[in-house]
């Protein structure tokens, strides 16, 4: 059965840090656009970073650089989100997604979500930013 499962949501004081897992069981990483989606209570999902594996090339959307590390763990088939310098408006469920790569690498995330064509999707994990 292909899945992906995500892990290491909480709770967490502003300026904290958090460590996001990606797993994913019945296919590989190989070649695929591995992208971190965030959704607030009544806000739209939004692409927060995305992995390459093809280039090895990542991207954050604007809110998120120089705080969120992207990276993957080929031998645990595993990718990562190491967030730091938490701020309550990073509070979210957060999940991942992948999509096969047939040609290019990771979706333009200023994109809207719904063009990206990610195949499989984790179900989240809850991210709560709060004193």
């Known amino acids: 059965q292909l899945q992906l499962v995500e892990s290491g949501g909480g709770l967490v004081q502003p300026g904290g840090s958090l460590r996001l897992s990606c797993a994913a069981s019945?296919?590989?990483?190989?070649?695929?656009?591995i992208v971190w989606f965030r959704q607030a209570p009544g806000k739209e999902r939004e692409g927060v970073s995305c992995l390459s594996t093809s280039d090895g090339n990542t991207y954050y959307t604007d809110s998120v650089k120089g705080r969120f590390t992207i990276s993957r763990n080929n031998a645990k088939n595993t990718v990562y989100l190491q967030m730091n310098s938490l701020k309550p408006e990073d509070s979210a469920v957060y999940s991942c997604?992948?999509?096969?790569?047939?040609?290019?690498?990771?979706?333009?995330?200023?994109?809207?979500?719904?063009?990206?064509?990610?195949?499989?999707w984790g179900k989240g994990t809850l991210v709560t930013v709060s004193s």
């Open positions: 997604a992948a999509r096969k790569i047939i040609s290019g690498g990771c979706p333009s995330l200023r994109l809207p979500v719904n063009s990206y064509g990610m195949d499989y």
């Open positions: 019945g296919f590989t990483f190989d070649y695929y656009a």
